[in-house]
């Protein structure tokens, strides 16, 4: 894929603040030709350190709500009003995704880069926990990594290298989640795909000084990533 509007989020600004393959250009190849309408009030869940929720109401004209459990929202509003983004365009949130602290039927949009399967892996999670915070109607953009194919009875060594078995356990293959978004009552799947950026994100993680991205090197550069992928999927609120 030609990236266009992650060009300028390719500095050592927003690159140190990655906390996994390049979430920019996942949220750029996502939101390819996306439904959600300007201004639209979006939360974007699991943010990290706030350089996807940048880029949302930069590049798209959201409102966004950037919430995560693990980042510090006082250092996330530092970052954003470095960034040139006031209050009104952005608000950091301390966020659950498996308790959110907001209003039912708040926002129009949702979007999760790179962190939707760490909670979102029942079947009862989207009716429960997550849709009762859309209005009908309201779209759902998911990035996060995945398997080709299912491994989890047995686990290439090279991948073993770098993650246990319990931190795989996190990644599926399209199938598992086909199975787990069609169970939902309130939503409906609009696309489910693989994504085509995998490699090239990657490449942007491993080159980072993180002690993360340096744990992870030793299985992506032994081959591991030739099991791995990203999945995108797009769901609409009944």
């Known amino acids: 894929m030609k990236y266009v509007k992650s060009l300028k989020y390719q500095t050592p600004q927003f690159l140190s603040k990655i906390m996994g393959p390049n979430p920019v250009k996942l949220a750029e190849e996502l939101l390819t030709g996306h439904r959600i309408a300007p201004k639209a009030t979006v939360l974007d869940l699991g943010s990290g350190q706030g350089v996807t929720s940048v880029f949302l109401a930069r590049e798209y004209g959201f409102k966004?709500?950037?919430?995560?459990?693990?980042?510090?929202?006082?250092?996330?509003?530092?970052?954003?009003?470095?960034?040139g983004l006031t209050a009104e365009e952005i608000?950091?949130?301390?966020?659950?995704?498996?308790?959110?602290?907001?209003?039912?039927?708040?926002?129009?949009?949702?979007?999760?880069?790179?962190?939707?399967?760490?909670?979102g892996r029942n079947t009862a999670y989207l009716d429960k926990k997550l849709l009762p915070f859309l209005r009908p109607g309201g779209l759902m953009y998911f990035a996060f990594p995945g398997m080709k194919k299912d491994l989890h009875d047995h686990l290439p060594p090279e991948l073993l290298l770098s993650w246990t078995p319990e931190q795989l356990d996190y990644l599926h293959d399209l199938v598992f989640w086909k199975k787990i978004f069609s169970a939902s009552a309130?939503?409906?799947?609009?696309?489910?795909?693989?994504?085509?950026?995998?490699?090239?994100?990657?490449?942007?993680?491993l080159a980072c000084d993180s002690k993360f991205a340096v744990n992870d090197r030793k299985s992506m550069l032994s081959g591991g990533g030739t099991y791995l992928n990203f999945i995108a999927a797009v769901l609409r609120k009944r």
Do not use: H, Q, T
């Not at 693990?70 to 009003?81: H, I, T, V």
């Not at 949009?109 to 909670?119: A, E, P, R």
């Not at 309130?186 to 993680?205: F, Q, R, S």
């Open 64 to 83: 966004v709500y950037a919430g995560d459990l693990w980042s510090d929202p006082e250092e996330n509003r530092k970052f954003f009003d470095a960034c």
């Open 91 to 119: 608000i950091p949130v301390k966020a659950d995704g498996e308790d959110l602290p907001f209003e039912k039927s708040f926002f129009d949009g949702v979007i999760s880069l790179d962190s939707y399967n760490y909670f």
């Open 186 to 205: 309130g939503a409906e799947i609009l696309e489910l795909k693989e994504m085509e950026g995998n490699e090239e994100v990657w490449a942007d993680w």
